[in-house]
């Protein structure tokens, strides 16, 4: 549960900063900090 609540927080800070700078260390952010 920890991880779902985190990543799909994470994936609306990062989904918005992230697109807008750089749409490729999105993919590889979100495995690290699921894998986390």
Do not use: F, I
């Not at 549960?1 to 490729?24: A, I, K």
């Amino acid at each position: 549960m920890e991880q779902g609540y985190d990543g799909s927080r994470w994936l609306v800070c990062d989904n918005d900063h992230t697109t807008d700078l750089d749409p490729l260390p999105e993919p590889k952010y979100l495995q690290e900090r699921a894998d986390d």
